[in-house]
T-cell receptor, first 117, second 108 residues
């Protein structure tokens, strides 16, 4: 099936620095990718919808200036957590839709564990 | 606002028994749902999907039931195995919004 690769799988950064997370569709083109944040023992919360060639659509309560999304190509979307703080520590996951057996299915990256110290 | 939620946060079953995980949604326009399994520290994995023109769909050991009248989904896992232990989410693919998740624990 389709593969979505997310990098890095984990990162530790100092408070105040920025961290970039990459999400790549390896064998298909994704005009739309989704970015999620997941805190321990909670569900995946949709942060934003990344659209290739245009601005991302952010969910209510998500600061677009803090979580910068760039979808410059059909196979790559990046999420940059700017001026990270300890409360940004979380599990970040991306996904993209692709055709699978005549159905559209969402494929997920492996996730990125961000720890801000 | 729209939501997709689950009734039970944790479900404990004995190995070999059948498991039923429930999910409610509020968006009447939703026409495609997916169940995902998420193991600790990993991204969600697709289990099974169902479109709104269906009431039931079966996979390998899993069955999804959709009741559009009451906006309710259920995932049935037959002969539950230890490897089924994970958190299960249903998602409405309109915007790929996830429910709160149910943790399935399988004990011997």
């Amino acid at each position: 099936g389709a593969v979505v690769s997310q990098h890095p799988s984990w990162v530790i950064c100092k408070s105040g620095t920025s961290v970039k997370i990459e999400c790549r569709s390896l064998d298909f083109q994704a005009t739309t990718m989704f970015w999620y944040r997941q805190f321990p023992k909670q569900s995946l919360m949709l942060m934003a919808t990344s659209n290739e060639g245009s601005k991302a659509t952010y969910e209510q309560g998500v600061e677009k200036d803090k979580f910068l999304i760039n979808h410059a190509s059909l196979t790559l979307s990046t999420l940059t957590v700017t001026s990270a703080h300890p409360e940004d520590s979380s599990f970040y996951i991306c996904s993209a839709f692709a055709l699978a057996d005549a159905n559209t299915e969402a494929f997920f990256g492996q996730g990125t564990r961000l720890t801000v110290v | 606002g729209e939501s997709v939620g689950l009734h039970l946060p944790t479900l404990s079953v004995q190995e070999g028994d059948n498991s039923i995980i429930n999910c409610a949604y509020s968006n009447s326009a939703s026409d495609y749902f997916i169940w995902y399994k998420q193991e600790s520290g990993k991204g969600p994995q697709f289990i099974i999907d169902i479109r709104s023109n269906m009431d039931k769909r079966q996979g390998q050991r899993v069955t999804v039931l959709l009741n559009k009248t009451v906006k309710h989904l259920s995932l049935q896992i037959a002969a539950t195995q230890p490897g089924d232990s994970a958190v299960y989410f249903c998602a409405d693919t309109d915007k790929l919004i996830f429910g709160t998740g149910t943790r399935l624990q399988v004990f011997p």
